[in-house]
């Protein structure tokens, strides 16, 4: 199964004796499957239907879908309230016995609310059944496009997080192969500093040196990070060539990663380590942004 982003819009439009309605649908990111249904009035009863239908389709994400429904004009009928009316004549004829007044218009009586009502036909069973049956139909065809959508986002999700893991195993190497970890490097350095802070370039003895030597390299070596991060790599395309939504699976790898290279950067003993593991956090950052939109 292909990467598949949470963010997706779509959009299908049906019609059928004198109805016409679209479906609009749109996801973003979310932590669980959150799905809002707007349906008009009269339609409420297709909710159930239309939520089992909408979690086939999205399994994890922020889903806003509505159904918008207008019938033609020219199937509606113009109907009199003749109770209405008849208590607006009598009302009428109440008052122009106290009351001179201009005898009622027809136009005026047929303005007054309530007294003239534009109806829809009646729908027997048959109609409505086959209606909401239409209307379903249109509703798979907007959650098919959402799906190709969030297929084709999630393609593009997927090259970039390969790009970055192989830049999280590239700089991985570097930190490996980082000439600062030797224990030439570090007992270079720590005569340097005993000597600078002695104020003399006289070199102490060779053996103690070398003991102190061998516990800074101890306390700073990284590696165990090394290891977890390469893992941790691996696990990143293992993921990514599943058959199952891997969102959060990732989500807790980037964490991962982010300790690793934080515990590196504590680690450090040389700039050049640093160095390396700050662009170890610069490039999971960037990887932790784009799988908060990975379903």
């Known amino acids: 199964m292909p990467l598949n982003s949470m963010t997706g819009f779509a959009r299908a439009d049906g019609a059928v004796e004198g109805v016409q309605w679209y479906w609009e649908i749109r996801t973003v990111n979310g932590k669980a499957l959150d799905m809002r249904c707007r349906l008009p009035s009269g339609f409420e009863g297709l909710e159930a239907e239309v939520r ?31 109770a209405v009316l008849d208590q607006l004549v009598g009302l009428m004829a109440e008052l122009d016995a106290k009351v001179e007044v201009a005898p009622a218009r027809l136009d005026g009586l047929l303005a007054m609310k309530g007294v003239l009502e534009l109806s829809e036909p009646e729908e027997n069973e048959e109609a409505r059944q086959s209606l909401e049956a239409a209307v379903l139909v249109s509703l798979e065809e907007a959650l098919l496009a959402l799906q190709e959508m969030r297929r084709a986002e999630g393609k593009k999700l997927e090259a970039l997080l390969q790009d970055q893991a192989s830049q999280i195993e590239n700089l991985t190497a570097a930190a490996r192969d980082c000439p600062a970890r030797s224990g030439e490097a570090i007992t270079a350095r720590l005569n340097e500093q005993i000597a600078r802070l002695a104020g003399t370039n006289a070199t102490l003895d060779p053996d103690r040196l070398h003991q102190e030597a061998i516990l800074l390299a101890a306390k700073a070596d990284v590696q165990e990070e090394i290891d977890r991060l390469f893992a941790h790599v691996e696990a990143v395309r293992a993921l990514l060539a599943s058959n199952e939504p891997v969102g959060r699976k990732l989500d807790f ?27 170890l956090k610069a490039v999971v950052d960037q990887m932790r942004e784009q799988v908060q939109n990975i379903e």
């Open 52 to 82: 089992k239908h909408l979690g086939g389709a999205v399994r994890r994400g922020n889903c806003q879908l509505s159904l918008n429904l207008s019938r033609d004009r020219a199937a509606a009928e113009l109907k009199v309230d003749h």
């Open 253 to 279: 790898l980037t964490q991962e990663f982010n300790r690793e290279a934080n515990t590196l950067c504590s680690k450090a003993n040389d700039h050049s380590l640093t160095a390396i593991g700050l662009d």
